[in-house]
């Protein structure tokens, strides 16, 4: 029989080995980063401010991608990085680590992290993004929760290139997608929406920049461009308080028919910016307010989704803002 001194020092030894093993798994957690976390409605994200959602859709995982508000009640814009969130049923959330950041861009004079898109293509993705007057730039990873890096090392655009525009902070929000042909299109703006072909290398421009235009088209900024049924959406922020709008199109250029408002003003926030994507056989739109209480607002938002539907004419009904917020996807 081993005697109660050696059983006591088996013990302790055991202890130590158990301490040192969660220790181990302690610190890869760290190392990781990752949060995971439920919603529970609208907004989705509850931990930290996040504004100007884009959606990308891989398989049966939706990737979100934010920018990033400071801290509540703020009074201007504080945005430094941009997050990047993914989910299997709209229910269950995981936060990756900060995948990319301002001063990422060393040509960025602005410190701004403005709103951004991301897009797949030739095994990378490609994360376009915005400054407060510096340009639009594109970062590439080979995963989409990054980590992300410059691609060119300079502004993809520039005011220069916004050609029907005075104001510095015109080159902004920019929005990439892929028609059915193959053909990468890149749209943006603030009071001017311009947009541009992209070669298939996704880091250059191809041919002239042109800009949209149509009776009943006021833009503010914020477009977005999706297909459906062989026809193609432009949405947008329309109007200061925004509400969102939308046209349609036969090709990603245009012409383009106004179709009316889509979202209304979005609750305590002065913007509204909106990804459509579709997920397991449903339609979502994501969007931001400043419904976080008690200090959400126009600076300090939260992304929200709520379901979007389509006229058997092809048109979209105007969304209905919840707090209930979605359903989970099966």
């Known amino acids: 029989m081993i005697s109660r001194k050696i059983k006591g020092i088996f013990a302790a030894g055991y202890i130590i080995a158990v301490l040192f093993a969660t220790d181990a798994v302690f610190a890869q957690q760290a190392k990781d980063s990752l949060y995971h976390f439920t919603s529970s409605g609208n907004p989705v994200i509850r931990h930290k401010y996040t504004a100007d959602p ?53 040509w960025d004079k602005t410190g701004d992290a403005y709103a951004a898109q991301a897009i797949k293509r030739n095994g990378k993705y490609y994360w376009y993004i ?64 311009y947009y541009a072909k992209l070669k298939n290398n996704m880091i250059e421009i191809d041919g002239k920049v042109g800009k949209i235009d149509f009776p009943g088209f006021k833009f503010e900024e914020a477009p977005w461009i999706h297909e459906y049924k062989g026809k193609y959406y432009l949405s947008y922020a329309s109007g200061l308080p925004e509400k969102t709008a939308y046209a349609m199109a036969d090709r990603p250029e245009g012409p383009y028919r106004y179709k009316g408002i889509l979202n209304e003003l979005a609750g305590n926030c002065g913007t509204n910016h909106q990804a459509i994507v579709a997920f397991k056989g449903k339609w979502y739109f994501i969007y931001h307010n400043g419904g976080i209480e008690r200090d959400g607002g126009s600076f300090s938002r939260s992304v929200c989704i709520d379901r979007l539907y389509y006229n058997p004419d092809g048109s979209m009904k105007r969304v209905v803002m919840t707090s209930e917020g979605v359903k989970p996807a099966k």
Not at 78 to 99: I, L, N
């Open 130 to 193: 915005s400054t407060n007057g510096s340009g639009i730039g594109v970062a590439v990873a080979d995963r989409p929760q990054g980590p992300y890096h410059d691609a060119i090392g300079k502004p993809l655009l520039t005011n220069a290139d916004c050609f029907a525009s005075t104001h510095y902070w015109t080159c902004i929000d920019p929005a990439v997608m892929i028609d059915k042909t193959g053909q990468a299109w890149l749209f943006w703006g603030n009071g001017v929406c």
């Open 54 to 106: 884009a959606a990308m859709v891989e398989g049966d995982t939706l990737w979100l991608f934010t920018g990033h508000d400071y801290a509540g009640g703020q009074n201007g814009y504080k945005m430094k990085d941009w997050c990047v969130f993914s989910t299997t049923d709209m229910q269950h959330w995981t936060e990756y680590p900060t995948p990319l950041k301002i001063t990422d861009f060393k």
